[in-house]
Nanobody
Framework: QVQLVESGGGLVQPGGSLRLSCTAA????????VGWFRKVPGKGREGISS????????YYADFVRGRFTISRDMATSVVYLEMNNLKPEDTAIYYC????????????????????WGQGTRVTVSS
């Protein structure tokens, strides 16, 4: 069972930035495609971005394109989500998820496509 660990959440003012990290305890995250999701109370988890094992393919939700960037560091086996120009509506618990191959363009955003999940890190955007 791959256990993912998110970090980097916190409180930030509107317009600010945060960088979230995702690692795999006891495993090499390089062996997995990784997605980032977020959840607000009363709603299901929504897909934000996803990256293939090689980092050759990346997907973004329309509501974060141009503000968020997904990347991975093969040397340290970490996947990042760089979040810029944060808005109050970005307030949520952010999760990373993994599976062995990247889902296609029509399904990468579907939480049911991913096999392993972290516990989440809270991001609050407020003045």
């Amino acid at each position: 069972q791959v256990q993912l660990v998110e970090s980097g959440g916190g409180l930030v003012q509107p317009g600010g930035s945060l960088r979230l990290s995702c690692t795999a305890a006891g495993y090499e995250l390089d062996a997995y495609a990784v997605g980032w999701f977020r959840k607000v109370p009363g709603k299901g988890r929504e897909g934000i971005s996803s990256i293939s094992k090689s980092a050759g393919r990346k997907y973004y939700a329309d509501f974060v394109r141009g503000r968020f960037t997904i990347s991975r560091d093969m040397a340290t086996s970490v996947v990042y989500l760089e979040m810029n120009n944060l808005k109050p509506e970005d307030t949520a618990i952010y999760y990373c998820a993994a599976r062995t191959t990247l889902p296609g363009q029509s399904t990468w955003w579907d939480e049911g496509q991913y096999d392993f999940w972290g516990q989440g890190t809270r991001v609050t955007v407020s003045s």
